[in-house]
């Protein structure tokens, strides 16, 4: 055979010969869509401290709601108890949502060391409106009296196996406690038992 031969038969091997291809493996990125935000349920949820709270906030301002209707319309303090009850709660919604909004607390919350953060550490008005309403409506029942025990009962209920309570979970609120110390302990004590006082006077 001749030089030219073998070499064109080499050729025409080479060309035959099956080369490895080498295949890019297409890469799948899955997309996740971005959830919305969720509170951190507080594991120290502590109830009775959050109620003991509200129930100082509401005392300090019926005390000064009161002062304000004996000054200016004293004849408001003629209409039932039940009715002023429910009156200072929901006038309260908006005195708690503009406390929240520009002070970041209440003076029940200060008192007990009791912190309330929105999804921007700061709470806008709209925010704590919202969250106040949900309180009113869910947690204090409008404030007529049997109604109150249902709902503050089913509140106590979620707080304690949830972790955070429905206006909470609803507005992506974070709830976090620190240690009271003695001093403010007294405090809430005097405040709790001089509104059980003027309570029984009434």
Do not use: C
């Amino acid at each position: 055979m001749s030089e030219k031969s073998k070499k064109l038969n080499i050729d025409l091997e080479f060309l035959d010969k099956k080369e490895p291809t080498i295949v890019a493996q297409k890469q799948e990125i899955e997309i996740i869509p971005k959830d919305k935000p969720k509170i951190i349920k507080n594991h120290s949820v502590r109830p009775w401290i959050r109620y003991w709270a509200r129930y100082i906030d509401i005392f300090v301002f019926s005390l000064f709601f009161g002062i304000f209707l004996a000054i200016f319309i004293p004849s408001a303090l003629g209409l039932s108890e039940i009715f002023l009850t429910v009156l200072i709660l929901f006038i309260w919604v908006f005195a708690e949502s503009a406390l929240l909004s520009s002070w970041g607390t209440t003076p029940g919350k200060w008192l007990l060391k009791i912190t309330v953060k929105g999804q921007n550490e700061k709470i806008d008005f709209s925010s704590a409106l919202n969250r106040s309403f949900a309180v009113w409506l869910k947690g204090l029942g409008l404030g007529i009296p049997i109604v109150s025990i249902f709902t503050l009962i089913s509140s106590y209920n979620h707080l304690t196996k949830e972790g955070a309570t429905i206006w909470d979970e609803d507005g992506h609120f974070t709830v976090t406690h620190k240690k009271i110390g003695a001093v403010r302990i007294i405090v809430a004590i005097v405040v709790s038992i001089l509104f059980l006082l003027l309570i029984i006077g009434e």
